[in-house]
């Protein structure tokens, strides 16, 4: 299995023709260096995205271990991901649906040559976000480390 690029994004949108812009970010309190990068949804159908992984296998290619770093950096923005969505008051959430978010997890990835959209589960409750987290964290620590098998190491 080879990982190219993957993205675990908290996403925001408004059905059905709303315009998102700054309005999650501002409801979950979140602030520049909170995450890798943030979209803003300036359009009718666009979401707004809070990036915790942007990585890029190709990043780490100078890297003595370019697998081990790249699946250090995914575990990394898992990390902070969680412990980011922890510190959050559990009415941020209450308060993004009362105002007609919708509001769920994206894990995109490249793996062998396909495009794979893991899961978009409804944030119904915050600790749906932080049980994700921690399963995705699992499999996708296990999924980077497989891409650092060698040939000839099993």
Not at 49 to 69: K, M, Q, W
Not at 97 to 118: C, E, M, P, Q
Request: glycine share 8%; with cysteine.
């Amino acid at each position: 299995m080879a990982i190219d690029w993957i993205h675990v994004c908290l996403r925001a949108w408004k059905s059905p023709k709303g315009v998102v812009g700054r309005e999650p970010f501002d409801l979950l309190s979140f602030h520049e260096g909170d995450a890798v990068r943030v979209k803003e949804g300036v359009g009718a159908f666009e979401t707004s995205l809070i990036f915790f992984v942007d990585e890029r296998l190709e990043t780490y290619n100078g890297a003595d271990d370019p697998h081990e770093s790249f699946g250090s950096a995914i575990e990394s923005g898992l990390v902070c991901a969680a412990a980011w969505i922890e510190s959050r008051d559990a009415s941020a959430f209450d308060q993004c649906r009362a105002a007609g978010l919708n509001i769920d997890v994206l894990i995109d990835s490249w793996i062998d040559h396909k495009t794979n959209r893991w899961t978009r589960v409804p944030m119904y409750r915050e600790s749906v976000f932080r049980n994700l987290l921690g399963a995705a964290q699992g499999a996708l620590i296990r999924a980077a480390a497989s891409t650092s098998m060698k040939p000839g190491r099993r």
